[in-house]
């Protein structure tokens, strides 16, 4: 098992920026992905970012060049620095972890809101 605690979402004017945390515990050994998803109100869950465990990195387009993720193996957590926030981005974020067994864990959700 893998729990997730997710922190660092809030309220910020188009244009700013947020940064979000990911710690996880239990049986961190097995993790080889790390990543975030998020849902909008009326929408699917998709895919923002994620890193595997070798350091390679995946983005979804629409967040390439504003949104960066980061992993420190040593505190097994994973930060989203997210810049040039726009109102679509408003959303729940999810952190979501894989393990090499198979084992899919979510974090609780935070919520993102950008507006004026």
């Known amino acids: 098992q893998v729990q997730l605690v997710e922190s660092g979402g809030g309220l910020v004017q188009p244009g700013g920026s947020l940064r979000l945390s990911c710690t996880a515990s239990?049986?961190?050994?097995?993790?080889?992905?790390m990543g975030w998803y998020r849902q909008a109100p009326g929408k699917q869950r998709e895919l923002v970012a994620v890193?595997?465990?070798?350091?390679?990195?995946n983005y979804a387009d629409s967040v390439k060049g504003r949104f960066t993720i980061s992993r420190d193996n040593a505190k097994n957590t994973v930060f989203l620095q997210m810049n040039g926030l726009k109102p679509e981005d408003t959303a729940v974020y999810y952190c979501?972890?894989?393990?090499?067994?198979?084992?899919?864990?979510w974090g609780q959700g935070t919520q993102v809101t950008v507006s004026s």
């Open positions: 890193v595997f465990s070798g350091g390679g990195t």
């Open positions: 239990g049986s961190v050994f097995s993790i080889y992905a």
């Open positions: 979501n972890t894989n393990t090499f067994g198979g084992l899919n864990s």
